[in-house]
Structures are given as structure tokens and as C-alpha cells.
């Protein structure tokens, strides 16, 4: 995803917040805070959400798609899944923040002048809404994600201790 000339790829919105330091000494953005900007900008990637801004030179026009999404693999499809799914977690007032920022990496000052917020009112927003995606996804707990990961394959036991079915 390219942000214009120039544009270094480890150089985002969200990396300069996770690197910048408050007061005390701290990173203005938790770990957990920064791992969830890069989850769901990795999901926003692999669902191919971008917007095509590139022109098609082959001599084949393409069929019109019936449902928008007929020909995404299973993946991209999986990934657009998970990004409704962030985004319903942290609710439309915020959604649209944490997908300018860490999606489509407009700056904060950016976003403020497009929404004609108050400076530095993004900032504060970005990090309530990164701390509710944090939470949606498990970074916020001792231990990482919650998803994907396997706690036993035993059914639950009933008071008498026996495998329930």
C-alpha cells in the first residue's frame, strides 16, 4: 500500500504513535494497542479492500461480478470477515477512525481536517478505539489471542466428572 513518494513501508501513522513516548517515559501506544492496528491493517490487506486505482491494459473486458466478492479466494473472503468483525467490536464511531489510520494510513492531522475535529482529538479517539480492538482480539490479556488458538479437544465435563455429549 503505497501513501505517496517517498513512503517507507515501516514508517506508518500507527508506528510513529507506537514509537512516540509520553511523559513518563512510555510508549503513547500499549503493545497491545499496536499489535491490533497491524492485525486488522494485515486483515484489510489480505481481504484485497484497498481500492483499485490502476488501470487494466489487457484486451479482455472482465464479466460483471454478481455479488461483488465471486472471484476472491476463500482467504481474502475469510479477512474481509474478520475486518466486519473488528469493526462491529469497536462500534461506527470509531470504525471508520481505526480504518483511515491504520488502513488506509491517513495521518492524524489528516483525518481531523477531513472531519473537522478539533487538533489533536484523533489521537486520543485512535488510541480508545485501538484499545477496544485490542480487546476484541485477546492482545489485551495475559497470553495473546484468544482466535486460533486450541484450549483442549476434551468435551466439558459434568458435575459427576463424565465427558458430556
Known amino acids: 500500500m503505497s501513501a505517496g513518494p ?21 510508549p503513547f501506544l500499549t503493545q497491545a494497542e499496536a ?4 492485525r486488522i491493517r494485515a486483515d484489510f490487506t489480505r481481504g484485497q479492500m484497498s481500492p483499485a486505482i490502476t488501470q487494466r ?26 475486518v466486519g468483525a473488528a469493526c462491529d467490536a469497536v462500534g461506527p464511531e470509531l470504525s471508520g477512525l481505526l480504518l483511515d489510520v491504520c488502513c488506509f494510513l491517513k495521518g492524524l492531522e ?16 485512535l488510541k480508545t478505539g485501538l484499545a477496544m480492538l485490542a480487546r476484541h482480539y485477546g492482545f489485551d490479556r495475559e497470553g495473546g489471542a484468544r482466535s486460533g488458538r ?12 463424565d465427558s458430556a455429549r
Do not use: C, N, Y
Not at 517517498?6 to 510513529?16: A, I, M, Q, V
Open 6 to 26: 517517498g513512503f517507507d513501508e515501516e514508517e506508518t501513522p500507527l508506528t510513529r504513535l507506537a514509537t512516540r513516548r509520553v511523559r513518563g517515559g512510555e
Open 35 to 38: 499489535m491490533a492496528g497491524e
Open 57 to 82: 491494459w489487457d484486451a479482455m473486458p472482465r464479466a460483471p461480478r454478481r455479488g461483488g466478492i465471486g472471484d476472491l479466494a476463500d482467504t481474502a473472503i475469510d479477512a474481509r470477515k474478520r
Open 110 to 125: 489528516t483525518v481531523e481536517r477531513e472531519r473537522q475535529w478539533p487538533a489533536r482529538s484523533a489521537k486520543l479517539l
Open 150 to 161: 486450541i484450549r483442549h479437544w476434551r468435551a466439558p465435563k459434568d458435575e459427576a466428572g
